[in-house]
């Protein structure tokens, strides 16, 4: 069975025209699956019925099962999906009042191993599909208009920042992006679709070709000592290499300006010699037209990690000394903490893993009691 959620336009064009199809039928079918949210063939009344029974044999719409979906107090609704194998991965809306964001994993582990990441210390199992990524959305955004009782678009912004390196599994993401952007699809603004990076230059390079959106790149340190610590794919990818590519990224980039994430650790990363450095560095960049702005992340601690989280007043006192020297710095308002959804807490720790597990076998146990029963 084919899941057609793996598709792109063009990838569900040609696989429309191996059928005999011609391409506006694959708009159809495009409109009726992403923008309307059907999965069922016999329910899309203006596809010809002929089409529709050559897709009932040979392709479907599949969803990821659901293990668990939290609410937090403020509004975040975190979903932790089966990707089978003992493998989840989680999705996070967080809405605003001008926006809805959903926050998007693009692989079950993850092999960077940030020192200060729940889902690097995790490791990597392996890449999602590309129908694994757009089923996060796909679930989350016909779930919420029906949640919020709306035939309006409910998420309006995309981040690539949940489990996983999206530029790590580049050939799945990408499809993904494109069907975030086709106005038969989610029909989302370049802007508004941000993919989250640790700094694989490779690929950044062949984003700014493929399908140039939003870029986000993961810092977190001033030096390539201190970056080859926090980040180990800094060893390969030395910081001055990385931030010339964002300086070309941003030739054809829809935003003309990188966010640069930085995570405060306490006495690791957050003094003002750090900032300082941060500014030389990217000044040292400014001539090839590196533009950026800063966003800095509270950390968000987890058991194995033996880091802390700065204090408030070395957040600020750092963030107050890039915005006097022009460098627009904010800091990320920690959403979902509550129910751990913040960055770096996704699907993370052991005894969260060991729980997650549990409850697939509880849940797969109780399908297949439905199963005998009925
Ligand atoms: N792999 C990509 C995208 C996923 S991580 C990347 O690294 O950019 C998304 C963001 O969450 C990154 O900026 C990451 O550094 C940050 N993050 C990871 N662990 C964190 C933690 N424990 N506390 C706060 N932010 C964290
Ligand atoms: Fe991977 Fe990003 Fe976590 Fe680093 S911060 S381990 S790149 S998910």
Known sequence: MVNLLDFDLDGLAAFCEGLGEKRFRAVQLLRWIHQRGQADFGQMSDLAKSLRDKLAGRAEVAALPVISQHESRD???KWLFDVGGGNAVESVFIPEDDRGTLCVSSQAGCAVGCRFCSTGHQGFSRNLSTAEIVAQLWFAE?????HLQTEERVI?????MGMGEPLQNYDRVLPALRLMLDDHGYGLSRRRVTVSTSGVVPMIDRLTRDCP???AVSLHAPTDALRDQLVPLNRKYPLDELLSACARYLASAPRDFITFEYCMLDGVNDGPEHARALLELTRRHAAEGLRCKFNLIPFNPFPQSGLL???????LAFAG????AGIVTTVRKTRGDDIDAACGQLAGDVRDRTRVQQRMARQRAATSQKKVVS
């Open 213 to 215: 959106v939003a870029l």
């Open 309 to 315: 989280r700065s204090p408030a007043p070395r957040v």
């Open 321 to 324: 000394l890039l915005n006097n």
């Open 142 to 146: 016909h779930f919420l208009r029906r």
């Open 156 to 160: 309006s912004n995309v981040v690539m």
């Open 75 to 77: 509004g975040t609704i």
